[in-house]
């Protein structure tokens, strides 16, 4: 009776604390928040509130987007940003997994590394910029030099705080099953953290995108960042803002891979929201 | 007792505790440490079942850890088929109170690991695991995750990990403390079947009065601040009829005799325990 009941009124929307919000629900919900964005852009900027060159409706904007991406062979520049973000982050990633790895399982490591690691993570890395300019040069080594350290302290204290909280009674279980050191570290912490990792690798890639453009604003010949600045100098606002659209839409793409990735290769830690 | 570190087939299973003692280091520093168990000595010949028992922090749990191997010993000696405890090992397997199921794995590499990482031959694994499923009435959940079972099944996945990776003794940590009382009780008569089978030794760790009566083959009860071994308690009487089911063992007069002095002892230390932080 209790089902039935709930069934019967699938569409009602109600506010109440921790109550499930269904598929279709959400759907919808979040629809109605784009289409009340976009509806308000489009009322203030044809309305006249200010000239419309600073301030292009949501329709020039996509159509100056289409037209980067026809005329001005905007994907090179797309593909520059995101062969900038992977190889950083890759690098970033390869660097603070095994340090963060070993401070999380052993005391002994995080007691040396975290007085070092913990006060670079308050250095801003667009501070090193006029460094890395000296030492690298405007080009793309130093760019993705300040990828790398934008993001490389948070990582390392991020895979070590996670790595930490792997459950004590599964590696004393293992140790009771005859496990050695190395296994315990491999078969155990390292892949009972697994999980955690990819959704670590998901929110600092997002970081990483936010210090791209810092990164391409600065003596930058391509790049999504370096189309936007040369968009400012000829006061194309429409082209701006595409740019910026685009930065969003790519974030929100490599964020859904990396869900996708988290589905595919964790099958045990899916929410149960089908049973059987 | 000529070599007494050399591993002879007539000691194995075979549990000794000698006069053990833990220290823990003060919780602050220039606390002096704070003795959780002084001389303890307790023996298990092969195939018996031994039962820690009593008040709360009296220090069952450290002196079951100490004999995995993962605590320190502080003072006395420890030896498991005649070998001197230094650090965990296969021939120690330990189940815990909470769940331990490796959740990415399915039940039955559960149940295998042990063997994998001690690389037994995967035809020969094959075979033990599937014997403990079946022994463990999850063969159908073979395929499933962890996370897919009720709490006793995955005691039960625990178990069942520990037994086949073949120990000389199994240690549990009330195993089924989290359980309710139904699945308490076939849980229980499930250890005890398996374990005579196999004629394995046990120590397992309880609260429970009536669990240590039923199970147990010497009931080790311990007093507390520092935890010492009181007495030692041996359920002789009905032999075999004790285990036939709860309700045959409690028609036993003998049962309720040494029910209610237990219960007498637990409250004798409470009250003691009561004085002492007043
Ligand atoms: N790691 C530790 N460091 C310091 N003191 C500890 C530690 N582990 C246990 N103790 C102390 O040792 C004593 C015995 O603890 P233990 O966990 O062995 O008791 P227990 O008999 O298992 O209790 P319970 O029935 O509640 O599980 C307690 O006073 C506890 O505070
Ligand atoms: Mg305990």
Redesign the interface.
Known sequence: MYIWRRQSKPRAVRIAFQRPVSVTQRVVLGTAAWLIFLGAWQYAATADLAPQRLFPPPTQVLSALENLFREQAFHADVLASLRRVAISFALAFAFALPLGLFMGAFPVVAAFFNPLVSPFRYLPAPAFIPLLLMWLGAGDTQKIALLFLGVVWFLVTLIADHVRSV?M??I?????????TR?VLG??VF??S?PGLVDIARQMLAVSWTYLIIAEIVAATDGVGAMIMRARRFVRVDEVMAGIVMIGILGLLLDLLFRLLHWKL????RQ?SRKP | MAHPESHTSSEFGELRIGAVSKRYPGANRGEPPRLALESVSFDLQRGAMGVLLGPSGCGKSTLLRMVAGLESISEGRITVSGREVTGPGRDRGMVFQTYTSFPWLTVEENVGYGLRINSSAAGRRSGVVDYFLDRIGLMPFRKAYPEQLSGGMRQRVAIARALANQPDILLMDEPFGALDPETRWQMQELVLGIVHKERMTVLMVTHDIEEAIFMGDRIAFFSRGPGRLLEIIEPTFGADERRLDKAALKAIPDYGEMESHILQMMRAEGSRASEQTA
Request: proline share 4%.
């Open positions: 459950r009674e599964l004393e279980t293992a140790l009771t099953l005859g496990a050695s296994q078969g155990v892949r009972a697994l964790f099958p045990y830690a149960r």
